[in-house]
C-alpha cells in the first residue's frame, strides 16, 4: 500500500455526516428526475477512505436490510471500525485496509459509493483510481456522492493552507504538534498586522476557526501533499469522462438556484439550460468553499413528476421541528427567503403529526384541487428550506407519555453511548425509521446513557458525578460554574430540558423505546 503524500502519522476525528444517507441522495436524485436505486430488497453501500468509520457503521445500524463496506489505507482506522462493527453486532458491515489501488478483486458492484474528506486531499494518482472505482465499482443506475473543496469559495484562503504547510514542515514531532506550533505562528503573523491579513480580512478571521478546531482535524484538512481545491467542472470533467452524469447536490437548498442566488443574478439563471454551466455560475454567485455532488452512472431519467410518484414513494416527509409556524422564512447564506400561504398551511397540519409518503400527500383531502404538481413543488422547497424532513419509513406522533423506565434498541447506539459520552464532541445514534443518524451532544448522551442504565431516580446527581470524574467544566454564560450548588442546579436543569423535549423525540425516531 502506499499513502502518496497523504498523513497516516496522525489518525482522522470521527463524525457523521447526514449527506452521505443513502436517503439524502435517493431523494437528491428523484428532485433531480433521475431514478434512483431501489432499497426495499437490500442494497450495497461502499464509503472509500471510511476514516474512523462512524458514518459507515452508524449508516449500517440504520439500515439492517443493507450492506456497507468500508476501504480506509490507515489500519488504526480500520482497526477502530472493526471494532464498531463488533460491539454494535453489525453483521451487515465490513471494513478493509488498503489503499484504492488494491481493494479486492471479487468486492461486486454497489448502488451507492461514497467518499467524503477524500477527493481534495489525495494524490492525482490516487484520483484515478477514485475514477476507475466508480467506473467499475458503481452499478448502473447507482448513486456516487463526492465531497471536495470548491472554488472560488477557497481562492482567499488556500494562502493560510500553504503558509500552515510550510512553517509546520520546519518543526519538529508528530504532525499534531507541528499543526499547532503552525497555528500558533498564524496567530503571531496576524497579531503583528502582516499585509495579507490586513488586505484579507476574511482570511484573518478564519484564524480564529482554526483555533477552535481539533488539531487532528487540521493535519488532515490541512498538511496532505496534494490538497487541492477545485471548480465544479473539472470534477464534473473527471467523473463524466469515466461515464457518470451529474444527478444534484446537497444540501437540498443547493438545487434551487433561487435559494443560492440573490434576485439580481436570478435572469442569468432563467436563460441557461445547461446544468453545468448553471453550477459553475452559482459557485460564482455564492462564493461556493465546498461542495458534496451526485452523480450517477447510466441514469434513468423520470418524465414526469407522476413517475416520480409512482417510482420512488418509499421516501416519507414530516414536520422538522415541533411547533413551527408561518411565515416560515430561512436564511441559506446567501439570500433569506420565506414560505407561507394556505398550500404551505395545509402541509403543515397533514406533515405536523405523522410523516407520510408523497402519494399520500398528494391525495390528501385537505389538498383537494390543488395540482399534484404544485403540491410536489411546495414540498420540495419545504425540504430544501428545512422546513421538512425526509425519512426512510413511517414515523408517528410524539410520545407524551414515556414510562420512567427506558431503553436504547440497537446495541450499536448502547455501544457508542457507552464509549463517546462526556468524549468531548457530539455522537450521533441510528435511528432505522429516519434511515440516518441523529447528533446528540456529548452531555445529553451522557443523561442518556445514565437514563438508560439506571433509571431517573438519582439522575442528575449521577450525570454531575460523572461530569466532575471526566473534569469536565458546566459554563453559564461562556464563564465556568465554580459554587457547587449552581453546578447541581444546572446539571438539573439539563436533565429536565432533556426528558421534557430531546427524549420524546429520541423515542418518536425509534432510538429509545420504553
Same mark, same amino acid.
Given at each position: ?126 484520483? %484515478?483510481?477514485?475514477? $476507475?472505482?466508480?467506473? @467499475?465499482? =458503481?452499478?448502473?443506475? +447507482?448513486? /456516487?456522492? *463526492?465531497?471536495? !473543496? ?83 467542472? %473539472?470534477?464534473?470533467? $473527471?467523473?463524466?469522462? @469515466?461515464? =457518470?452524469?451529474?444527478? +444534484?447536490? /446537497?444540501? *437540498?437548498?443547493? !438545487? ?259
Amino acid at each position: 500500500m502506499t499513502a502518496a503524500g497523504y498523513v497516516t502519522d496522525v489518525t482522522y476525528v470521527p463524525g457523521f455526516y447526514p449527506q452521505m444517507s443513502p436517503v439524502a441522495m435517493r431523494y437528491v436524485a428523484a428532485l433531480n428526475g433521475v431514478m434512483p436505486p431501489r432499497m426495499a430488497e437490500g442494497f450495497r453501500f461502499l464509503e472509500l477512505g471510511c476514516g474512523l468509520g462512524r458514518c459507515l457503521t452508524t449508516l449500517a445500524a440504520a439500515h439492517p436490510r443493507g450492506e456497507f463496506v468500508g476501504v480506509d489505507l490507515n489500519p488504526e482506522h480500520t482497526a477502530a471500525v472493526a471494532r464498531d462493527i463488533a460491539a454494535g453486532e453489525l453483521g451487515n458491515a465490513r471494513v478493509i485496509t488498503s489503499d484504492f489501488g488494491h481493494v479486492p478483486a471479487d468486492l461486486g458492484t454497489f448502488d451507492f459509493l461514497a467518499l467524503h474528506g477524500v477527493y481534495s486531499w489525495v494524490a492525482p494518482s490516487v484520483r %484515478e483510481e477514485i475514477l $476507475a472505482l466508480a467506473r @467499475e465499482r =458503481l452499478a448502473p443506475g +447507482g448513486l /456516487l456522492l *463526492v465531497s471536495y !473543496n470548491a472554488m472560488p469559495g477557497w481562492a482567499h484562503l488556500q494562502p493560510i493552507r500553504g503558509m500552515l504547510r510550510q512553517y509546520a514542515a520546519l518543526r519538529q514531532g508528530d504532525s499534531a504538534q507541528r499543526v499547532r506550533d503552525a497555528v500558533a505562528y498564524l496567530v503571531f503573523m496576524r497579531e503583528k498586522q502582516a499585509k495579507y491579513f490586513e488586505d484579507n480580512p476574511r482570511a484573518a478571521a478564519y484564524i480564529d476557526a482554526l483555533l477552535q478546531q481539533d488539531p487532528r482535524y487540521l493535519v488532515h484538512e490541512y498538511m496532505n501533499e496534494h490538497w487541492t481545491s477545485f471548480y465544479f467542472a %473539472e470534477v464534473a470533467g $473527471a467523473f463524466g469522462q @469515466e461515464g =457518470l452524469s451529474f444527478v +444534484g447536490s /446537497l444540501p *437540498v437548498f443547493t !438545487n434551487f438556484w433561487d435559494l443560492c442566488v440573490r434576485p439580481e443574478f436570478q435572469e442569468l439563471f432563467r436563460t441557461t439550460t445547461n446544468r453545468l454551466v448553471t453550477e459553475a455560475h452559482k459557485d460564482f454567485c455564492a462564493n461556493t468553499a465546498f461542495r458534496w455532488d451526485i452523480y450517477s452512472k447510466s441514469p434513468r431519467l423520470m418524465r414526469d413528476p407522476g413517475e416520480r410518484l409512482r417510482e420512488v414513494d418509499d421516501l416519507h416527509y414530516l414536520v422538522a421541528r415541533p411547533g413551527v409556524t408561518l411565515p416560515y422564512q430561512a436564511n441559506l447564506g446567501v439570500v433569506t427567503s420565506t414560505v407561507q400561504g394556505p398550500l404551505y398551511q395545509s402541509l403543515l397540519g397533514i406533515l405536523g403529526g405523522r410523516s407520510r409518503r408523497l402519494s399520500e400527500i398528494v391525495a390528501a383531502e385537505e389538498l383537494r384541487g390543488t395540482p399534484p404538481v404544485d403540491i410536489v413543488r411546495a414540498v420540495d422547497a419545504g425540504v430544501a428550506m428545512g422546513l421538512f424532513d425526509i425519512t426512510a419509513a413511517a414515523i408517528g406522533e410524539v410520545p407524551t407519555d414515556l414510562a420512567d423506565a427506558v431503553s436504547i434498541a440497537h446495541p450499536f447506539n448502547r455501544a457508542v453511548l457507552e464509549s463517546d459520552a462526556l468524549g468531548g464532541r457530539a455522537l450521533a445514534l441510528a435511528s432505522v425509521l429516519s434511515g440516518t443518524g441523529h447528533s446528540v451532544g456529548d452531555l445529553d448522551a451522557a443523561i442518556l446513557h445514565e437514563l438508560t442504565a439506571r433509571g431517573r431516580a438519582g439522575l442528575a446527581a449521577r450525570v454531575a458525578k460523572r461530569l466532575e470524574a471526566s473534569g469536565r467544566t458546566i459554563q453559564q454564560n461562556g464563564q465556568p460554574v465554580n459554587d457547587e450548588a449552581k453546578r447541581g442546579q444546572l446539571v438539573e436543569e439539563a436533565c429536565q430540558a432533556f426528558i421534557a423535549t430531546s427524549l420524546p423525540e429520541l423515542a418518536r425516531l425509534g432510538i429509545v423505546t420504553a
